[in-house]
């Protein structure tokens, strides 16, 4: 029995090293510190394992132990702390594992880690991981199998073991596919967003000057776009997300009442079109290139020309857009608007004399104002990530003492000074620039892309971008994202630039068959054969259908027989398929050398062959034989040919 069969030595490594395997992608995905903590508690509890069981206090207590950590890292119940104790119960697994039945609960136990994994991850090598471990545990279980049947292990090939595993796979493929393709898909995940996605730092709807810093060091892709012809020049690639009006002397907050609405936008003729892939964030800032010349399906255009969607951005998602050149944005403001891009909070008295003073020498010249305000910028300002904490009047400390700053603090100290100067103002948040990957002919926007810039207005031409940052003198440009950003080179040796170019094409191809593969594209596939919209009702009948098939396919051939477990019987019955290929099948009640005779008599040149093996085959199935005359026999009968 089962309970009772011990595990030998080499069954218990193969348990230990697929344990590892199914561990492994889901380690990956949870917080550095956690995953490290895991790997560790896994490789002892199996090197504990080989002296027998542990006390059940002891698990106990290591049990609740390891899960009281789990919850001080992550602080909250969700589906990243769910995640993380699956994890940690399953690398004290090892330590009540003796016997055949424990080492089948393990792995069936295990088998839930690589599938927990794609709660948090849907990349392309969380799947080949998976698919790894996968492949490893059915090659385990069908090794447990032979050990609980008694079966000589001597002749065990784990390769054997995994082509059947890989049959089994194989025979599951056709139904996976149709699910995939063909079972009704919802709008939203089902689960919504892992927990780190959700606070993965990016755009928010304000800004406060010391909250960008986690945004500005993620250089993970936020989205990635492809123009359908030339592409506008980085320094010209704005990414605008939203406007920010109101500030409190800290924040700066969008207009409670911005609304929804077009916006007062005179547009040049199109010049750029383009499909825009986005990251999820949970989130309904759609940042696209400035300025967007139609409203696509599933988002809203507000008054101040930004996008918002209509769900939020809880999965990848494709747009198709089209961006055109400003000729004129709200030429006529109202009075309302206008005070309310005016309004400062009583602070930064020293910034707001200067605003007024500049007002005054300029004779009302808005032009002038700005004009002189890039110019000190250029002449004596320097960027840098490093600056101090804010205090109570941070613009007068940045722009009389310190004048060093990043993109929050210049956009923020110009648009007080503008509106000191009675020049109407407000800040833009989006993505400035990008990254052109070769490889694959498209731009990808980082998080640490994110960018804030200045919108003023001016009379005849409306709201105006104005970028502060880039009046800053080149030689004055210190700790910038690229230093802090791990360089291209590897020791000075190795350009990994052109591994990375590649990776992230093949997550972009990921993205696009695979995640971008949403409940719209799902219902619109067959439309290129004349069927517009498939209906839910539609997808669930071809899904019975071709579930049908594939049951019927795996059905037919697992009723082909019962797998024959000694590998010997398997090679023989292999050779036998051989020859039945050519009409010399052997019948069910005719001895070996019956047969030998009909093949001699049919292909003499094959005879002499076969009767060595047929020699060789009955002296060690029904007399003796060592372990290596049986593999011999094995190589013998596998590459013997009629």
Same mark, same amino acid.
């Given at each position: 029995?089962?309970?009772?069969?011990?595990?030998?030595?080499?069954?218990?490594? *193969?348990?230990?090293?697929?344990?590892? #395997?199914?561990?492994?992608?889901?380690?990956?995905?949870?917080?550095?510190?956690?995953?490290?903590?895991?790997?560790?508690?896994?490789?002892?509890?199996?090197?504990?394992?080989?002296?027998?069981? #542990?006390?059940?206090?002891?698990?106990? $207590?290591?049990?609740?132990?390891?899960?009281?950590?789990?919850?001080? !890292?992550?602080?909250?119940?969700?589906?990243?702390?769910?995640?993380?104790?699956?994890?940690?119960?399953?690398?004290?697994?090892?330590?009540?594992?003796?016997?055949?039945?424990?080492?089948?609960?393990?792995?069936?136990?295990?088998?839930?880690?690589?599938?927990?994994?794609?709660?948090?991850?849907?990349?392309?090598?969380?799947?080949?991981?998976?698919?790894?471990?996968?492949?490893?545990?059915?090659?385990?279980?069908?090794?447990?199998?032979?050990?609980?049947?008694?079966?000589?292990?001597?002749?065990?090939?784990?390769?054997?073991?995994?082509?059947?595993?890989?049959?089994?796979?194989?025979?599951? #493929?056709?139904?996976?596919?149709?699910?995939?393709?063909?079972?009704?898909?919802?709008?939203?995940?089902? *689960? %919504?967003?892992?927990?780190?996605?959700?606070?993965?730092?990016?755009?928010?709807?304000?800004?406060?000057?010391?909250?960008?810093?986690?945004?500005?060091?993620?250089?993970?892709?936020?989205?990635?776009? &492809?123009?359908?012809?030339?592409?506008?020049?980085?320094?010209?690639?704005?990414?605008?997300?939203?406007?920010?009006?109101?500030?409190?002397?800290?924040?700066?907050?969008?207009?409670?009442?911005?609304?929804? /609405?077009?916006?007062?936008?005179?547009?040049?003729?199109?010049?750029?079109?383009?499909?825009?892939?986005?990251?999820?964030?949970?989130? =309904?800032?759609?940042?696209?290139?400035?300025?967007?010349?139609?409203?696509?399906?599933?988002?809203?255009?507000?008054?101040?020309?930004?996008?918002?969607?209509? $769900?939020?951005?809880?999965?990848?998602?494709?747009?198709?857009?089209?961006?055109?050149?400003?000729?004129?944005?709200?030429?006529? #403001?109202?009075?309302?608007?206008?005070?309310?891009?005016?309004?400062?909070?009583?602070?930064?008295?020293?910034?707001?004399?200067?605003?007024?003073?500049?007002?005054?020498?300029?004779?009302?010249?808005?032009?002038?104002?700005?004009?002189?305000?890039?110019?000190?910028?250029?002449?004596?300002?320097?960027?840098?990530?490093? !600056?101090?904490?804010?205090?109570?009047?941070?613009?007068?400390?940045?722009?009389?003492?310190?004048?060093?700053?990043?993109?929050?603090?210049?956009?923020?100290?110009?648009?007080?000074?503008?509106?000191?100067?009675?020049?109407?103002? &407000?800040?833009?948040?989006?993505?400035? %620039?990008?990254?052109?990957?070769?490889?694959?002919?498209?731009? !990808?926007?980082?998080?640490?892309?994110?960018?804030?810039?200045?919108?003023?207005?001016?009379?005849?031409?409306?709201?105006?971008?104005?970028?502060?940052?880039?009046?800053?003198?080149?030689?004055?440009?210190?700790?910038?994202?690229?230093?802090?950003?791990?360089? @291209?080179?590897?020791?000075?040796?190795?350009? !990994?630039?052109?591994? *990375?170019?590649?990776?992230?094409?093949?997550?972009?191809?990921?993205?696009?068959?695979?995640?971008?593969?949403?409940?719209? @594209?799902?219902?619109?596939?067959?439309? &290129?054969? /004349?069927?517009?919209?498939?209906?839910?009702?539609?997808?669930?009948?071809?899904?019975?259908?071709?579930?049908?098939?594939?049951?019927?396919?795996?059905?037919?051939?697992?009723?082909? /027989?019962? =797998?024959?477990?000694?590998?010997?019987?398997?090679?023989?019955?292999?050779?036998?398929?051989?020859?039945?290929?050519?009409?010399?099948?052997?019948?069910?009640?005719?001895?070996?050398?019956?047969?030998?005779?009909?093949?001699?008599?049919?292909?003499?040149?094959?005879?002499? %062959?076969?009767?060595?093996?047929?020699? &060789?085959?009955?002296?060690?199935?029904?007399?003796?034989?060592?372990?290596?005359?049986?593999?011999?026999?094995?190589? $013998?009968?596998?590459?013997?040919?009629?």
């Amino acid at each position: 029995m089962s309970t009772t069969i011990a595990l030998d030595a080499t069954t218990r490594r *193969w348990l230990h090293a697929t344990t590892v #395997l199914l561990l492994l992608p889901l380690l990956l995905q949870l917080q550095p510190m956690v995953g490290v903590a895991v790997g560790v508690v896994a490789l002892l509890s199996m090197a504990l394992s080989t002296r027998g069981r #542990l006390p059940s206090l002891l698990k106990i $207590a290591l049990a609740v132990t390891l899960a009281i950590a789990v919850f001080s !890292v992550y602080r909250q119940i969700g589906r990243d702390t769910g995640c993380a104790l699956l994890a940690m119960m399953l690398a004290l697994k090892p330590t009540e594992t003796a016997n055949v039945r424990d080492a089948r609960s393990l792995l069936g136990y295990g088998l839930f880690a690589p599938f927990a994994t794609y709660l948090l991850d849907q990349g392309p090598l969380s799947l080949i991981l998976g698919a790894i471990a996968v492949a490893a545990a059915l090659t385990t279980l069908l090794r447990l199998a032979d050990l609980d049947s008694g079966i000589d292990l001597a002749d065990w090939s784990p390769f054997d073991s995994l082509r059947a595993a890989g049959k089994l796979l194989l025979l599951a #493929l056709p139904l996976v596919l149709a699910a995939f393709w063909l079972f009704p898909r919802l709008a939203s995940p089902l *689960w %919504g967003l892992p927990d780190r996605a959700v606070t993965k730092p990016g755009l928010s709807e304000s800004m406060t000057p010391d909250r960008w810093m986690d945004a500005l060091n993620d250089d993970t892709p936020a989205m990635r776009a &492809r123009f359908d012809g030339p592409a506008p020049r980085p320094q010209d690639m704005y990414w605008r997300a939203m406007t920010l009006r109101d500030f409190d002397g800290r924040t700066w907050t969008p207009a409670p009442s911005s609304g929804i /609405g077009p916006p007062k936008l005179s547009l040049a003729p199109v010049q750029w079109r383009y499909t825009l892939d986005v990251e999820p964030s949970d989130q =309904r800032l759609l940042a696209t290139l400035e300025f967007t010349a139609t409203q696509p399906d599933g988002a809203q255009m507000g008054r101040d020309a930004s996008l918002r969607t209509i $769900a939020p951005l809880s999965g990848l998602t494709r747009w198709q857009l089209q961006a055109a050149p400003v000729q004129s944005f709200d030429p006529v #403001l109202d009075a309302r608007e206008r005070r309310a891009n005016l309004v400062l909070p009583d602070r930064n008295p020293r910034t707001l004399a200067l605003g007024r003073q500049w007002q005054m020498e300029a004779g009302g010249n808005s032009i002038a104002v700005i004009e002189r305000a890039l110019a000190v910028i250029h002449k004596d300002f320097a960027y840098s990530l490093n !600056v101090p904490e804010p205090g109570r009047d941070w613009i007068d400390d940045f722009l009389f003492q310190g004048r060093t700053g990043y993109c929050q603090q210049f956009s923020s100290a110009f648009v007080v000074l503008m509106r000191s100067a009675g020049i109407p103002a &407000r800040v833009v948040v989006g993505y400035a %620039g990008g990254y052109h990957n070769p490889v694959g002919d498209y731009w !990808v926007i980082r998080n640490s892309d994110a960018h804030a810039w200045a919108e003023v207005w001016l009379a005849g031409r409306g709201w105006t971008r104005v970028d502060p940052t880039a009046a800053v003198a080149p030689e004055r440009v210190y700790d910038t994202i690229a230093d802090r950003m791990p360089g @291209r080179n590897f020791a000075g040796l190795i350009d !990994v630039s052109r591994a *990375w170019n590649f990776g992230d094409n093949l997550r972009r191809g990921w993205n696009d068959f695979v995640l971008g593969f949403n409940a719209d @594209r799902q219902a619109t596939m067959l439309k &290129r054969f /004349g069927i517009e919209r498939l209906s839910p009702s539609t997808l669930i009948a071809l899904f019975a259908i071709a579930a049908g098939i594939a049951l019927a396919i795996a059905a037919w051939w697992l009723a082909r /027989g019962e =797998r024959v477990r000694d590998p010997l019987l398997r090679a023989w019955r292999a050779l036998d398929r051989r020859y039945a290929k050519l009409g010399l099948a052997r019948e069910p009640h005719e001895t070996a050398y019956d047969w030998l005779e009909r093949v001699r008599a049919d292909r003499p040149q094959s005879a002499a %062959g076969l009767s060595a093996l047929i020699d &060789r085959f009955n002296a060690l199935r029904y007399a003796t034989g060592d372990a290596s005359e049986r593999k011999a026999l094995i190589r $013998a009968l596998r590459s013997h040919r009629p």
